[in-house]
């Protein structure tokens, strides 16, 4: 069935530094691509999204963009912030599915 | 506008006894999805609802787990005998309905309700 592989937190890192976060998929088909992102305290929103091969999804200074050939989305920022501590889960949706699958989630936290 | 609400958001109850849990989606939406979020399992997908039915019940653990929608709308969570495997935090999204197979609408998740088993 389909799955997602994110890397394990947590992951700390200081203010301005740069940002990787790895995710790769198995599906049939050809999914789409999600990053939700979860804030201390509130429920999951979209970050950004990409629903096909070579599409970049970007939003809040994040990028990831789909690599069909190596079935990854990896989530990247160039300078992260205090404010972007959260927990990251990449997710998938199978072609002409409903569902989402996600990834057991990457707690980001930024220190000053 | 008012996004997706869930109630209760704490439950505490003792193993055995029933529960339910209740999602009013985001008005118009007619796709609704229940999703667990727990420590050991991460986020799984429970079931999806389109209108009042549920054409796709795939991630519902065990026969103690039953959902119904009623008027297209608020949907209720049923966990029966509840069992210690059972604490987690339940999401409800909603979404537009697809205007094809290979669009995407938006999932927009409520706050969850935390569900303790002792």
């Known amino acids: 069935g389909d799955s997602v592989t994110q890397m394990e937190g947590p992951v700390t890192l200081s203010e301005e530094a740069f940002l990787t976060i790895n995710c790769t998929y198995t599906a049939t088909g050809y999914p789409s691509l999600f990053w939700y992102v979860q804030y201390p305290g509130e429920g999951l929103q979209l970050l950004l999204k990409?629903?096909?091969?070579?599409d970049k999804g970007s939003n809040k200074g994040f990028e990831a963009t789909y690599r069909k050939e190596t079935t990854s989305f990896h989530l990247e920022k160039g300078s992260v912030q205090v404010s972007d501590s959260a927990v990251y889960f990449c997710?998938?949706?199978?072609?002409?599915?409903?569902?989402?699958?996600f990834g057991t989630g990457t707690q980001l936290k930024v220190e000053l | 506008g008012a996004g997706v609400s869930q109630s209760p958001s704490n439950k505490v109850t003792e193993k055995g006894k029933d529960v339910e849990l209740r999602c009013d989606p985001i008005?118009?939406?007619?796709?609704l999805y229940w999703y667990r979020q727990s420590l050991g399992q991460g986020l799984e997908f429970l079931i999806y609802f389109q209108g009042n039915s549920a054409p796709d019940k795939s991630g519902l653990p065990s026969d103690r787990f039953s959902a119904e929608r009623t008027g297209g709308s608020v949907s209720t969570l049923t966990i029966q005998r509840t069992q210690q495997e059972d604490s987690a935090v339940y999401l409800c999204?909603?979404?537009?309905?697809?205007?094809?197979?290979?669009?995407?609408?938006?999932?927009?998740f409520g706050p969850g309700t935390r569900l303790t088993v002792l």
């Open positions: 997710a998938l949706s199978a072609s002409g599915g409903n569902k989402l699958t």
């Open positions: 999204a909603s979404s537009l309905a697809r205007l094809r197979v290979s669009s995407y609408n938006e999932q927009f």
């Open positions: 008005s118009g939406h007619t796709a």
């Open positions: 990409a629903t096909k091969a070579d």
